[in-house]
């Protein structure tokens, strides 16, 4: 980053390093639980509008389509400008996209998954770094485990949090298209409160804006190739749960609650922060082994649910996908900081995000576009079988132990 110099360091606060971890983990979880909100609604917004299942895919390609855009241009901004200025504009940004989800029509849910999309490309790479600098900072010399646990928690329990939320206030509250936007609407305002009580952790410094790129050592290009890869399976595998899956419950397997729904893709996702906690004090090599084994477990237990069809087996391959790609990406996502130099920590992390919410768009549309020449089951025998095969592949450089910084 050449014509990089210091013109102001961060101002003074009035909280420590350990006083903000916990209000940005908070924003950072509440981000992403608004990102999913949409998930159980999709059944409602298909009724109101008059879509069919690979409009569902479009609209959640727009999410993503915006979130690689924001990745890749403002994704690692915050290694300069700071973390907490960062963060606080990809909250006003979701709390802008969820006006949008208050206005009628089709074009008002792409306009407002696209601006759902910036912020979260805004606030991903950089909340995670910001988590693991605070603890740090709080606790010099400690490992990174507790901040790699929380930001994975916060990442992968918040998305799960969102389903629900919005599920249960869609099932039993008036209004489901209106009162569950509200909530977050209120969730976000607390969570830009809280940041606040943060401390910065990065100098502000001038630098010329560039596109994203990664700095990573010659020597670990190909570990950080492999966590990037990874990255894009278990996003792939998330991007299911978030987009078709209320599909699939309706149309295959026979459910039609908008709570049922939301529970299903939150348990999935709680599964994979169950799944980084049961491995969470295993050598990494080993956390992958047994994330990939539980993975394809889990995807060919799924496709059994679906071919039945039965939704217990479903939700049990479910829970175990959940599980294995939850511990999968939190693997991916400690290499990947662990590669990086401090001062692109930001950068190499943005840099596995936009990887990662490809795997989060192009797979699923993939399978909505299947879906309208195949029948179902055999578009989720496809999708799942390439997904195993590319996850077992892209894991392996990652089983051998890594430098540390």
């Given at each position: 980053m050449s014509g990089t110099t210091t013109v102001r360091t961060a101002s003074p606060v009035r909280t420590s390093h350990g006083g903000g971890f916990w209000p940005i983990a908070y924003a950072f979880a509440v981000m992403m639980a608004f990102s999913a909100a949409p998930t159980p609604l999709y059944v409602l917004y298909q009724q109101r509008d008059g879509f069919g299942p690979f409009t569902v895919t479009v609209v959640f390609a727009a999410y993503a389509v915006g979130v690689a855009l924001?990745?890749?241009?403002?994704g690692h901004v915050s290694d300069w400008l700071g973390r907490r200025r960062v963060i606080?504009?990809?909250?006003?940004?979701?709390?802008?996209?969820?006006?949008?989800?208050?206005?009628?029509g089709l074009a008002a849910l792409l306009a407002g998954r696209f601006l759902s999309g910036v912020g979260v490309g805004l606030l991903t790479a950089t909340a995670t770094a910001y988590l693991m600098e605070l603890h740090l900072a709080q606790r010099p010399g400690a490992n990174r485990r507790r901040a790699d646990l929380v930001a994975t928690a916060a990442n992968i329990g918040g998305i799960g949090l969102g389903p629900l939320i919005a599920g249960l206030l869609a099932e039993y509250a008036p209004r489901p298209l209106t009162v569950p936007y509200l909530v977050f609407e209120g969730l976000l305002a607390i969570a830009v409160a809280g940041t606040f009580t943060a401390r910065e952790t990065v100098a502000r410094r001038s630098v010329r804006w560039r596109p994203q790129r990664v700095?990573?050592?010659?020597?670990?290009?190909?570990?950080?190739?492999?966590?990037?890869?990874?990255?894009?399976?278990?996003?792939?595998?998330?991007g299911l749960f978030t987009s078709l899956a209320p599909g699939f419950l309706?149309?295959?397997?026979?459910?039609?609650?908008?709570?049922?729904?939301?529970?299903?893709?939150?348990?999935?996702?709680?599964?994979?922060?169950?799944?980084?906690?049961?491995?969470?004090?295993?050598?990494l090599g080993v956390q992958l082994r047994v994330a990939v084994l539980v993975l394809i477990l889990g995807l060919a237990i799924l496709i059994a649910g679906v071919w039945a069809p039965d939704f217990a087996v479903f939700l049990a391959g479910g829970l175990l996908t959940g599980a294995g790609a939850g511990a999968a990406f939190k693997a991916s996502v400690t290499t990947a900081a662990t590669l990086a130099?401090?001062?692109?920590?930001g950068e190499a992390l943005a840099g596995l995000f936009l990887i990662g919410y490809l795997g989060l768009a192009v797979p699923v549309l993939g399978l909505g576009l299947a879906a309208q020449h195949l029948e179902t089951r055999v578009s989720v025998l496809l999708f799942a079988t390439t997904l195993a095969v590319l996850l077992a592949g892209a894991a392996r450089p990652l089983f051998r132990p890594a430098r540390t910084r």
């Open positions: 924001s990745v890749l241009t403002a606080r504009w990809a909250l006003l940004v979701a709390m802008a996209s969820g006006l949008l989800f208050l206005l009628p700095s990573v050592p010659a020597a670990d290009r190909g570990r950080y190739a492999a966590a990037c890869l990874t990255a894009f399976a278990s996003f792939a595998i998330f309706k149309g295959i397997l026979d459910q039609d609650s908008h709570a049922v729904a939301g529970l299903v893709a939150f348990s999935v996702f709680a599964a994979g922060v169950a799944g980084n906690l049961a491995l969470a004090r295993h050598p130099a401090p001062e692109a920590r």
